[in-house]
């Protein structure tokens, strides 16, 4: 089977290693020996709630996740958060503060890219509370209006007792990512954050998270993660949320907040261990295999040590040709992303030979973000090392040509 | 593969075609020929991309929706809908009528079941409108507390102008449904309509979509299913709305209405071809494989008529056994659905006994809700006749013992 598939670069949905998939394709008829298959059974059943518990362990035995935050699953996507981190955050500080005007409720986002500008854009469409924007990445780019950088820390500016403070960890379109080691200028400013209060701080870690450990797991109230990239198919949402930030919504809709849909309310996700209404079982089962390949592998450890591997071949093979001025990185150095790299081929017609190469290879979806162009490798955690020492071959193969 | 297989009467998620798994073994490897898995391959690659299409064709086709009214797939299940039609229809109230208060507009719910009583809930919790319960069937019950059927066409109360009326075709919980024959006392009064204005009827069809033709769709402003009864796997929802519900909600918000997540509004689902952001790929696809057999058997009128022999078979032994002192019928004549029969069986352990002797004949999942306990046979789409055969041939031999 697995010799007539191609090496998928794509951004996501994404990749999944053959093994899970060969389990999942058995698991489609009989679950388990249940001989029921897994997008049959119920989701309340034993058998599936027993699963559901392991994938629940295996986040947070891989992620350390402490006692403090409660690991929930839900649908919609990064997209259906941008709303759910508003609405359910603004009812929390409308419990803390109930007398404070909409105007006094500030929602600090981090603007490092495409995602993190759209999810302040949702926050600015649904209300409620004003949106600051505590930097944008765009003025220190090299054009002046890119999002090519994780700025440094002195361009930061947080309010003192904001409702929300978000960053998007790794942007999957632009390819920037911040640095997880605290020394890196790229790092994201945690000493900056507002030392009065326990920090609603939210991080989208859609496109990294299970790529390698989340450093200061636990100064964060949500963490979110849609699962098609490094876990499982589309239509899996996975949630960190501190415990606090799991209020009673309609008690703040009451002083005034926002109503927040049934199927967003943190609070309900968690009174119901997830099961509130449906999930998505199919999906959670593949990212339960997934996780749990991952697990054997040697967990985040192992993941970060060889993404970082990865990219770094990506990365040295890129600066390579743009010394012979035929690639060109799109990323500021120290900014670039383990997960998406991304660069542009130029000179006339080279981008549209690139990828035919690549592709009479074997290797598709190199082609960048429709918004943004030139080419993106996506190395999430089930590309192997020596799928992307085929990409590294093949691109100096290029710069020969 | 399929020797191994049980047969399971599951009320949702709830049993696929063999044949279909089968296929969709194979597509998780390698999607049509792409070389790429179906849980891999990005939302907006040109295969992806039509099969969605082909998918938007089955439903079009084989429900006979005109081109009055959108087809729009999204995630979240009824639940998430519970939250959008409100939220939704609320705007498109609040851009026709914007000066009236919020007593002033009225959602009509008819409250058969479980199901319609929780949308009920939902609204009552957003707010922003008055729920008008339209009929509550409780009080025309046998014991005057209980769903159990579906109320006469002069108990119905609708309000002049609401905002929404809503009623749940079958009620998966407690097993009424309205009958799609027009002469039926059973059948939904649509000649009670309020006939001055389109009137922005929701009907929830999530345990019976695509199992017969739905009676007046286009008379319909909104109607919805979770793809996990007769079509697919959890998590993918599928909405056929009327063009003139799918607003501006950011105009209607500026205006006082609800402001609209933005996975919820149904604008952006149709501007974007219900690829805003990124679906469940998988489910979609093996809805669509669903779907393609389906027409290839001849549709829904097949269906219509198997479902309805399938469903007469149980209600006949039902009644046998009822005279016999060991059954009861839990729904009144006229009014059980043909997807979820429920009974009960009478005296002291004889429903355990019932339930492990079907299982000992590999017969699943025939436990009723946790809420109102009994049997429940959910005879779906992928339930063969054969299989409601053995079904029958066991109740009668449990009468015999």
Request: glycine share 8%; proline share 4%; hydrophobic share 40%.
């Amino acid at each position: 089977m697995s010799d007539s598939r191609v090496i998928n670069f794509g951004a996501g949905p994404s990749v999944l290693p053959d093994s899970v998939l060969q389990e999942a394709a058995k698991g489609l008829l009989n679950f388990n020996g249940t001989g029921i298959g897994i997008a049959e059974i119920s989701h309340r059943s034993k058998e599936f709630v027993a699963f559901l518990a392991e994938l629940e362990g295996q986040v947070r035995s891989q992620l350390e996740v402490p006692e403090t935050h409660s690991i929930l699953f839900t649908q919609g996507g990064a997209t259906g958060q941008f709303s759910a981190i508003v609405l359910n955050l603004l009812a929390r500080h409308r419990l803390l503060h109930p007398d404070l005007s909409n105007d006094e409720r500030a929602m600090d986002y981090v603007v490092t890219g495409s995602w993190s500008k759209k999810a302040a854009e949702e926050a600015r469409r649904l209300g409620g509370g004003q949106v600051n924007v505590a930097v944008d990445a765009r003025p220190y780019s090299k054009d002046g209006k890119s999002f090519d950088n994780i700025p440094a820390h002195d361009t930061y500016t947080f309010s003192p007792n904001p409702a929300l403070i978000y960053y998007c960890e790794n942007e999957t379109v632009d390819g920037v990512e911040f640095s997880n080691d605290a020394s890196s200028p790229a790092s994201f400013p945690f000493h900056l954050l507002p030392q009065n209060t326990l920090a609603p701080l939210v991080a989208d870690y859609s496109s990294s998270f299970m790529s390698r450990p989340i450093p200061r797991l636990a100064d964060h109230a949500i963490i979110y993660a849609g699962a098609q990239k490094n876990i499982g198919p589309a239509g899996l949402t996975i949630l960190i949320v501190r415990k606090d930030c799991i209020v009673d919504v309609d008690a703040a809709a009451k002083l005034g907040a926002m109503p927040v849909p049934i199927t967003m309310v943190y609070k309900t996700l968690a009174d119901n261990n997830s099961l509130y209404n449906t999930p998505s079982v199919l999906a959670i089962y593949i990212s339960g295999l997934v996780l749990k390949r991952s697990a054997e592998l040697g967990g985040l450890k192992y993941y970060e040590e060889v993404n970082k591997r990865k990219a770094e071949k990506v990365y040295a093979a890129i600066k390579e040709g743009a010394e012979k001025g035929v690639y060109q990185a799109k990323v500021k150095e120290g900014s670039g992303s383990l997960m998406n790299v991304v660069f542009n081929v130029l000179g006339e017609g080279a981008e549209a030979k690139f990828l035919s190469g690549a592709e009479a290879r074997g290797m598709q979806a190199l082609k960048g973000h429709r918004s943004v162009g030139g080419i993106r490798a996506s190395l999430y955690n089930a590309i192997t090392e020596q799928q992307v020492d085929m990409l590294v071959a093949y691109m100096k193969e290029f710069l020969e040509q």
